[in-house]
């Protein structure tokens, strides 16, 4: 089972970036899907991007090009940098890990993208 732990929301001017930060504890991180998930306000949680075990990625199409998902299985630690911030982007974002049937989610960072 991982335990995970969200950094590096906050406010930020459209045109801006930001880095997410997820850091689990736990063992076999490795062999986790990761990913990261965002909920805006009044909208249901959705997938903003994900990362295989094999370091595989997928994107959600309103994301494609302006944000990349990456691991570093040395630090337990999966990351979202986020380029080219739109206020469209505004949300909770959450970390997520997946195994089979097992699903673990952080408790939320806030990313404001003001206009």
């Known amino acids: 089972q991982l335990q995970l732990v969200e950094s590096g929301g906050g406010l930020v001017q459209a045109g801006g970036s930001l880095r997410l930060s997820c850091v689990a504890s736990g063992n076999a991180f490795s062999i986790y899907t990761m990913g990261w998930y965002r909920q805006p306000p009044g909208k249901q949680r959705e997938l903003v991007a994900v990362?295989?075990?094999?370091?595989?990625?997928n994107y959600a199409d309103s994301v494609k090009g302006r944000f990349t998902i990456s691991r570093d299985n040395a630090k337990n630690t999966v990351y979202l940098q986020m380029n080219s911030l739109k206020p469209e982007d505004t949300a909770v974002y959450y970390c997520?890990?997946?195994?089979?049937?097992?699903?673990?989610w952080g408790q939320g960072t806030q990313v404001t993208v003001s206009s």
């Open positions: 990362v295989s075990s094999g370091g595989t990625t």
């Open positions: 997520n890990a997946r195994l089979a049937s097992y699903n673990s």
